[in-house]
């Protein structure tokens, strides 16, 4: 078997006392999508920003393709990670095509039409061809957060973050979003997810982790953690949510 | 049903409140322009002398103050705005030393009035050369641009923090796992954002520092006021040269204010939904329009 593009290895968070995540272990292989479940305030959201290092760990490591993320420089290795957040937090002051060729011409030095074009082979691949000149206070929450997943992607990610990235948009608007995702699954990208969702993670994901109070309760293969969970925990969240 | 009925009668009631509280609104408004009005007409109808108004030697005393005014606005609002931007940035700083220095800063200029500020640097710094040994000769007009620039810009620099607060967290968050350092995120993402938040505020101490030249009359410099002061002693007629001091300050503060809107609509991307946008639009605050 060759190496985990994504590596947790018992890694512990501390918001001051409170200890939010507990000797995390978690490898995730190229190609592979990882689903994280669990109830609120288990340390979901926090697991995804220990890997880019919006978040520092107080215990062990994450390793990104075998390269440690807390000995890096964390400028660079966040350039082979793509997020996108649960509030979108697209650039105001940017067009839709601005938003996406901003990184790679600014951190890249791409020229300024190399850029352009590239922002919009990715607008259209996200189904938003037509909007590369609107601003994002114009866009729809779907249509905001398509163009943040477009612009994670500008960088070249080599595995992508989504956290919540439907909690905050309306019912109509989550399948144009949750479309855009499974496209990129379907593609090979390596992805890490948070979400609600129970029944997109059971059609996008290869392994569901759930996690309850900063620990992994179980990984296990999406089918069988639906049809039947192996732990008692993972059969009490089942059951609560159907 | 009972309930609906108290809910339309209770608008009903607020509706009629409404009406009311504007009715009163206009009838105090132009109540107040009216009296104004009628007391301006006079004073204008009555003082003022026209020939005298003119005449080169008040006309002409006043163009010459009003150009030094507006050379030493000009200059003190660029280099007020470019320190302000510097001390903001201080204030943001994660190191604490320049953190605190920047507080500090701001702290003095904007504790002490401006007039100290002004007879600490007119009169006290030549005095730490030996007599007669100070290198520059007419220091009143230099003394009066580094006073007002080092005094407003500790107000632009806490306009300037202030609208980088007000960007979300979310801002910083976004650029920096794109792999932006955080100088070029607050460079690409968070300072244009900032600065929008920052204009008005900016622009109104912009309009304080035009009116604070009124001040510079007492450390010699040629000002508009000192004019006023000057004509006033030989003539004994206050309101022909007051018209003059009201419209030379009114003409450099619009312009400043017509510049503010001029760079507010410049940095509105999107649609405006600024409070503001909204009330004036009419569509009373909501969301959708």
Redesign the interface.
Known sequence: MSEPLVEFDGVDKFFGETQVLDGIDLAVDEREVVVVVGPSGSGKSTLLRCANRLEEIQAGDVHLDGRSVTEADVNQIRQQIGMVFQSFNLFPHKTALGNVALAPEKIRGLPEDAAAERARELLERVGLGDQTTSYPEALSGGQQQRVAIARALAMDPTVMLFDEVTSALDPELVGEVLDVIEDLAAEGMTMLLVTHEMGFAREVGDRIVLMVDGEIVEVTETASFFEAPETERGQQFLSRLL | MATQTDAESDTGGVMMRDRFVKRVGEIAAGGFVLAIGGLLVWILSTQVDYRLLGSPLIAGRFAEAFLLVVQIVVVSSLLSVSAGLLIGLGRISTSPVTGRIAKGYVEFFRGTPLLFQLFVIFFGVPRLWATGEFPIQNWAVPAAVIGLTLNHAAYVGEAIRGGIDAV?D??M?????????RV?ALR??VL??AW?NALAAIGNDQIILVKDTSLLTVIAVPEIMSVFRNINSNQLDPWTPLVWVCLLYLAITMSMSQLVNGLERR?D???D?TMLGRLTRGSGGGEES
């Open positions: 979300p979310g801002q968050e976004a650029a920096r796992s794109l792999g932006m350092s070029m690409e993402v244009p954002q929008r940095s991307w999107g649609s939904s």
